[in-house]
């Protein structure tokens, strides 16, 4: 077919009249075929089960009778059905009384049969006779080959598709012919005397209208041309005038274009200059806040470090024998310190935010126990003030969700924490539910409330509502910092809708899977092999003396350490640093080992990888003693080889928590005759 005819009018509308009418063709045909296979498996399928149902009644009398000559003569007579490959009948213990079959039918079409049917398919009907039905006596056990319903389908679907195909071809040629008769052979007539007219003398030529053709689309075209040609005389002389005025107008556009790409060009110089400078400033100030916060972080550890021997000895000071005025002192000079290191701890936690080295914990835990503890915690708070503390807790509410509770109590303490600060009367409400995979935590307060623009500072660090705010109450304005960016850490939203005097309403949004699974069995060991920090098992807290080495290199801290493990009735021997550690056990048996993480010559880390290395020490239990868990920290403790961890400062109760949880077994002593 040449290129000529392939660009012909007729049969570029043949073709693409023909290409629907075979693409909706095809379309009606699969849509047949279709519904004639879902036919065909429900006939198959019918058939088959009616065939079963008919052999139903004299299998039953032929297991009943245990007749196996007749037992061959009907499955024989089964398997003359054309699909039928195998048919048995078999007792109540899976053994064949009889069975007849024969092998499938080969064809290279088969596997289209099998992909669509199946390759065969196994028909089970139980026998039983009318008087006995409820005496089992096995079954009858059919096996077809689809392959005899497969290839009548194939075949009509063959059929269906070559007959559509055979008729599209058949209205490609009818319509081809009507087209060229139509349509193009007048087209051809106008073009070829269109194309007869000169470019010097177009009024000296007229088309002629073709037969048949005056008041259709293409007659209607040859009249309207033969205006056109009318008006192209006088239109060649305008065009003339135009194009001179054009070549002089060309020279002034020219010298426009050059001047004013040169000014652009200019700018864009400049342009690029300056967005360079802002490139350059932006990695100045991004490098210089990454600093800052590893400066912080790094200042805060440095600090926490003298501040926790301070509460550690201030604790332990209260435990003495004080007059009031002296435990008042101390009570309030430890109450100071505790508010200095929660002060540190929010710096600390917005540092590491910043610096990218939060961490962030991903285990089952129960929203409705951890609010509820906020809540009590709160409790006494709120009825000094003689304000309310209530919860509204969803019925409906998960038991227990994947995230990070620590992070999730420090939020809702934060909030609870100042909804209680700035509210005189009334009180606070927490409202709790799940929805749409995502846990909502609302704090309403009916305090002092905010301004539109303290809505717009309160998330700033170091800032609160307004200055009469700070006069009034006090405050770092660190809480809502930090509850921001925690929040925005754990991939939620915190948002605030609050007026003057009429309250204030946090809203804070977390996408926390729900945990579903079983509750693992208490072990001490991860399926990987290291030691977990969570599931250690419980050894019940027994008036039995343990020998514990306190690896630690500060002063202060051994002191503190060592007077709260004296008083839970411990003994407690002291080493400088992992090395002097790793000396230490080499000389006496300890029952547990107290680890410091960060020490000169050998770190904790180090020491607890040669420590294991020792098959005597593999099972000495190992808790780790960090200033705070860093991003890193806990994977670091775990691939060492530690047991558990706590946080400084040393606190009575962590400390026998910790001790009950990994102190040994006490050994049973040998019963005596009876």
Known sequence: MSNRFRQRLSYRLTRDTVLVAMALGLVLNVVQIGL???????????????????SKSPASQIAYNIDVRLAEELLDGLLRHPAMIDARIVDNDNHTMAASSKSSPDSPYRWVSDLLFGADRVFRQELSVPQLEDLPLGELVLTIDTYHYGSQFLERAGYTLVSGLFKSLILSAALLTIFYFVLTRPMLNVISALSQVRASSPEKVRLP???????????????????????????????????SAMKNYSAQLEQEVADRTREISEKNRALQRGNRALVKAKEDAV??????????????????????GVLGMLGLALEGDLDSEQRNRLEIALNAGESLLGLLNDILDISKVEAGKLSLENIPFSIRQLIEECATLHAQQARRKGIYLETDIDPELPERFLGDPTRTRQ????????????????????RTGYSGGSLRIDVVDTGIGMSKQGLH?????????????????????????????????????????????????FTVTLPLPVHDAAPAAVNST??????????????????????????????????????????????????????????AL??????????????????????????????????LPIIAVTANVMQGDREDCLASGMNDYITKPYKRDDLRAVINRWRPPVPQEPSGPA
């Open 411 to 430: 939020v809702l303490n934060n909030l609870l924490s100042n909804a209680i600060k700035f509210t005189d009367e009334g009180g606070v409400r927490v």
């Open 457 to 505: 500072r309160i998330f700033s660090p170091f800032s609160q509502a307004d200055a009469e705010t700070t006069r009034l109450y006090g405050g770092t304005g660190l809480g809502l910092t930090l509850c921001r960016q925690l929040v925005e850490r754990m991939h939620g939203q915190i948002l605030v809708d609050s007026r003057e005097g009429s309250g204030t309403h």
């Open 209 to 243: 209208i073709p037969a048949n053709h005056r008041e259709d689309e293409i007659g209607t075209m040859v009249g309207i041309i033969n205006q056109h040609l009318e008006t192209i005389d006088s239109t060649l002389a305008q065009l003339r005038q135009a194009e």
């Open 36 to 54: 004639d296979y879902f036919s065909a498996r429900a006939s198959m399928e019918n058939e088959i089960h009616a065939l079963v149902d008919i």
């Open 526 to 583: 991860v399926p990987n092999g290291r030691p977990d920090f969570t599931s250690a098992a419980l050894q019940p807290e027994t008036d039995q003396p343990l020998s514990i080495l306190l690896v630690e290199d500060n002063r202060v801290n051994q002191l503190v350490a060592s007077s709260l493990l004296k008083k839970l009735g411990h003994e407690t021997d002291h080493a400088e640093n992992g090395q002097r550690a790793i000396h």
């Open 586 to 619: 080499e000389q006496k048996h300890y029952d547990m080992v107290l680890m410091d993480c960060q020490m000169p010559v050998m770190d904790g880390y180090e020491a607890t990888q040669r420590i294991r290395q020792n098959p005597e020490w593999r099972d």
């Open 287 to 308: 490098r210089r806040a990454r600093a800052r916060a590893n400066f912080l972080a790094s200042m805060s550890h440095e600090i926490r470090t003298p501040l926790n």
